[in-house]
């Protein structure tokens, strides 16, 4: 086991080095979040902490940070989720601030408010904008309040303790209409769900749903809200300061996705006039405002399919997609959150951003590379990774912690990577990341590049066809992977027929080792065993359980 890391008091830095009043950030995640963070604060001139579980001890965010200090085993909830473990790394190592990331503790207002009172800076909004917006019924509330319309549905959580209540429940679901969603009033990620679609399925929806909210956020409270369908889903980013000020930096699409979990966004989003734009922009402004934000947050709506727009929810901290509205702007929104979080008022640059934010000049796409089987239903797949190979080149931005050799746990988000590209326009754009996604090369672990392939291929995305249920629509993964699968297959006895005709045994095991990723340097290509190679590999890669 790896010894923790301190920083050395000799050689830390004294306050008046740093351009802010806190010098060392505590990083309270693990993955390419904290990877991400740490490069800010590094170019702030930041000293930076690492906590980690053992699954991390030897991780890339644990390496490249000033200090380290594990906080227990691999369990979330006995380590990244171990308040009182994180604090006291902060105290140990003299972390003034901590950034949360996002995910794990990064929404809960008990820790931003446990961080403030043990004296640091919580770098993210303040513990009672956590409270009142990561409350779904109280933030539609807000919004309501704010002007802004809600997706119609209920504003208080249904009675489902009280059996006298349900008449007026089903009285409730009736005028909101069917098909509707039984939604949790704490969380996210799709659990506590339930569609809807008839009012006799209507009470087992609310108790199922209750008790999944219950076990997995401790809040039982469950909602009615109509299905909107056909929808796309929108979100902005918006920056408060400590005056009260609030700016919207732009917006992403975020539709395609599965399980109510994104897996490509956009910015902008597509298909969008300018005066549109500047009214999706003005409405998430007015929650943000009526709330208090300060610090970085995203509000989330829906455009259904004759173009109103409905609120949805509001994430209070930095969104996983946040690299492609930098790309647009131009922006280190990590940057600014420090800054925000330090008492600085909006930055020049954010300012400028929101004033052309209607008037994108550029376009930028993300797609998530997971640890997923998209042939199964998008299923985990922990594993051993041994090859990786991400691309590089003009308008292309990868953020990743994952390395060639590393074992990808099961404990935690399969997120591996965020491909990024930008370009002048989004035809440009789709032809980078298509062009991205051809030089990836993962081996040992499926992923889900087979499914963004597709996606950066198919004519509906090309002409921006976006809908929450595009996946639903278009994508067959039993059938794509079935069809990879032959395509191996077809290539591998072709490879191997083709060495019969060469260097017999030798060249077969060549074959078999590229398939794997191994490669043999005294092969010129001459005799054709360095193409079977490659069309074996190029096989295999579109699909890396193929070769199993």
């Not at 949805?312 to 690299?323: D, P």
């Not at 308008?395 to 590209?421: H, I, Q, S």
């Not at 260097?503 to 191994?518: H, L, M, P, S, T």
Request: net charge negative; charged share 25%; glycine share 10%.
């Amino acid at each position: 086991m790896r010894k923790d890391r301190a920083v050395d008091p000799a050689t830390a830095m004294s306050a008046s080095d740093s351009p802010l009043p806190f010098r060392r950030v505590l990083i309270a995640n693990r993955g390419e979040v904290a990877l991400r963070i740490l490069r800010a604060c590094r170019e702030l001139g930041l000293e930076t902490v690492a906590v980690y579980s053992d699954a991390d001890a030897h991780a890339a965010h644990v390496r490249l940070a000033d200090a380290a200090v594990r906080i227990g085993p691999p369990a979330p909830q006995d380590s990244y989720l171990n308040i009182e473990a994180i604090l006291a790394a902060a105290a140990t190592t003299g972390a003034e601030a901590v950034h949360p990331g996002y995910g794990f503790l990064a929404e809960r207002a008990a820790f931003a408010r446990r961080v403030t009172e043990a004296g640091l800076v919580f770098v993210g909004p303040t513990p009672d904008v956590i409270e009142a917006l990561g409350d779904k019924l109280r933030a539609r509330r807000i919004a309501r309040d704010a002007g802004v319309p809600v997706v119609p549905g209920t504003l208080e959580p249904a009675a489902i303790d009280r059996p006298d209540q349900l008449p007026a429940i089903l009285d409730e679901a009736a005028t909101i209409g069917f098909p509707l969603l039984v939604k949790a009033n704490a969380g996210g990620g799709g659990r506590g769900m339930r569609r809807v679609a008839r009012p006799d399925d209507l009470p087992v929806a609310l108790l199922d749903g209750s008790r999944e909210a219950a076990d997995a956020f401790g809040d039982g409270r469950v909602y009615l809200e109509r299905e909107v369908v056909p929808a796309r889903h929108i979100e902005v980013q918006l920056l408060g300061d400590a005056a009260g000020r609030v700016i919207a930096l732009g917006e992403r699409d975020c539709s395609i996705q599965r399980r109510h979990q994104k897996l490509i966004e956009e910015a902008p989003a597509p298909g969008l006039i300018d005066a549109e734009r500047r009214r999706l922009h003005e409405m998430a402004v007015a929650v943000g405002a009526a709330a208090g934000l300060r610090n970085a947050a995203t509000a989330e709506f829906l455009r259904a399919s004759d173009g109103a727009y409905y609120f949805l929810e509001v994430n209070t901290r930095l969104q996983v997609e946040h690299g492609i509205t930098e790309l647009v702007t131009g922006l280190d929104i990590v940057r600014e959150q420090l800054y925000l979080a330090a008492g600085r008022p909006l930055s020049e640059g954010a300012l400028a951003a929101a004033g052309h934010a209607a008037r994108p000049g550029s376009h930028a796409i993300e797609v998530r590379i997971s640890a997923e089987d998209p042939g199964r239903d998008f299923a985990p797949e922990p594993g051993l990774i041994r090859r990786w190979l991400m691309p590089a080149g003009p308008g292309v931005r990868v953020d990743t912690a994952a390395e060639a050799g590393e074992r990808v746990p099961p404990e935690y988000d399969n997120l591996l990577a965020k491909l990024m590209v930008h370009g002048p326009d989004r035809a440009s754009a789709i032809d980078r990341l298509a062009g991205a996604l051809r030089e990836i090369e993962i081996a040992g672990i499926q992923t889900t590049l087979p499914f963004h392939r597709f996606v950066a291929g198919h004519p509906a995305f090309q002409a921006a066809e976006l809908s929450t249920g595009w996946v639903a629509d278009h994508w067959d993964g039993p059938a794509a992977a079935a069809r990879e699968g032959r395509l191996a297959q077809l290539v591998g006895g072709l490879a191997v027929a083709w060495t019969k005709t060469g260097r017999g045994d030798r060249d077969r095991k060549d074959v078999r080792d590229a398939g794997r990723g191994g490669r043999d340097d005294r092969d010129d290509g001459r005799d054709g065993s360095a193409w079977a190679r490659a069309a074996l590999e190029a096989a295999v890669d579109r699909w890396p359980g193929a070769d199993e």
